[in-house]
């Protein structure tokens, strides 16, 4: 079974840093792409950044210089380092398994003085 668990959001002032977590089991790790989506309120959810079985990375405009993906494939992670963190970062960011349903549960990142 297939399991992904984020962990890592809270309650940030804007202008600061927060790290996420992702914990990966139930599969072969190495051999996927890890994606982190997020998704505001009335939004749908959009995809923030990738990570290739390369650690090749992806990111969106929105957040590209602010935020950087890692992968530790010793320890089936996947890590979103968030910094210059803005009111418009608010969201449930979540980790997936790209292009799979595996998702993980989400959490929130409240950015907000």
């Known amino acids: 079974q297939v399991q992904l668990v984020e962990s890592g959001g809270g309650l940030v002032q804007p202008g600061g840093s927060l790290r996420l977590a992702c914990a990966v089991s139930?599969?072969?790790?190495?051999?996927?792409?890890m994606a982190w989506y997020r998704q505001a309120p009335g939004n749908q959810r959009a995809m923030v950044s990738f990570?290739?079985?390369?650690?090749?990375?992806w990111y969106a405009d929105s957040v590209k210089g602010r935020f950087t993906i890692s992968r530790d494939n010793a320890k089936n992670m996947v890590y979103l380092q968030m910094n210059s963190l803005k009111p418009d970062d608010t969201a449930v960011y979540y980790c997936?398994?790209?292009?799979?349903?595996?998702w993980g549960q989400g959490t929130q990142v409240t950015v907000s003085s």
């Open positions: 990570i290739s079985t390369k650690s090749n990375p």
């Open positions: 997936r398994i790209q292009n799979s349903n595996n």
């Open positions: 139930g599969t072969i790790f190495i051999t996927k792409t």
